[in-house]
């Protein structure tokens, strides 16, 4: 079965530099999550959209926008980076939000690695 | 507020051997989801099982089970027949039904001792 797909896997920066990462969802899957893991940390929400538009927002810092596209993908802009910001970011989709049942299903995340 | 506590961040067991991970939240809500989550040394995190607050029964899936103690807010998970693979970081999530927001825990590092 098709999966979530993160891309790039691996992201290597420098200070105050930009980043972009990119998910695609699951087929058909309309909602889409972002989660941030520092390292040794729990995986902490930053944001999430359905059908395009924002749907929940969490600890996403001001530097950070995100937004999904037309064909439901979805890609996190992150400006200014920090040292800080090196962590694991997960992308998670789902088949609809806003009901009990719907599930999220992680991709394989993208480490980025801020020096 | 919503939080996970888990309160062993390490844990060992033999291989063929049953292991027993804790896990408690704090909650008002009344519709909401438990999960457990494993995340192995390639990081991803894959879902173990999960439990819907309002179902009484516990959740079971093949060598994995869990107890769901509601009124405790309690929900540990039982590995039976420990396996090499099961070694990984296990986290103990919650979800309000409805919302978009997984809260996890801080983790338990499981080791499997050959």
């Known amino acids: 079965a098709a999966g979530v797909i993160q891309s790039p896997r691996h992201l290597i920066k420098e200070k105050r530099e930009t980043a972009t990462l990119k998910c695609y969802p699951i087929?058909?899957?309309?909602?889409v999550y972002w989660y941030q893991q520092g390292p040794g940390q729990d995986p902490q929400f930053l944001i999430s959209?359905?059908?395009?538009?924002?749907?929940d927002k969490g600890s996403i810092p001001d530097r950070f926008s995100a937004q999904q596209f037309s064909d439901y993908h979805s890609e996190l802009n992150m400006s200014s980076l920090e040292l800080g910001d090196s962590a694991l970011y997960f992308c998670?989709?789902?088949?609809?939000?806003?009901?009990?049942?719907?599930?999220?299903?992680f991709g394989p995340g993208t480490r980025l690695t801020v020096t | 507020a919503q939080t996970v506590t888990q309160s062993q961040p390490e844990m060992s067991v033999q291989e063929a051997e049953t292991v027993t991970l804790s896990c408690t939240y704090d909650?008002?809500?009344?519709?909401?989801?438990l999960f457990w989550y494993k995340q192995p040394p390639s990081r991803q995190m894959i879902l173990v099982i999960r439990?819907?607050?309002?179902?009484?029964q516990n959740a079971t899936e093949n060598r994995f089970s869990v107890n769901f103690q509601k009124a405790a807010k309690s929900f540990s998970l039982k590995i039976s027949d420990s396996q090499l693979g099961d070694a990984a970081m296990y986290f103990c999530?919650?979800?309000?039904?409805?919302?978009?927001?997984?809260?996890f825990g801080k983790g338990t590092r499981l080791h499997i001792l050959p």
């Open positions: 998670a989709s789902s088949l609809g939000r806003g009901t009990s049942e719907y599930e999220q299903y």
């Open positions: 087929p058909r899957h309309d909602t």
């Open positions: 959209f359905y059908e395009k538009m924002q749907s």
């Open positions: 909650t008002s809500e009344s519709d909401y989801y």
């Open positions: 439990q819907e607050a309002y179902k009484q």
């Open positions: 999530a919650y979800r309000v039904g409805g919302d978009d927001k997984i809260i």
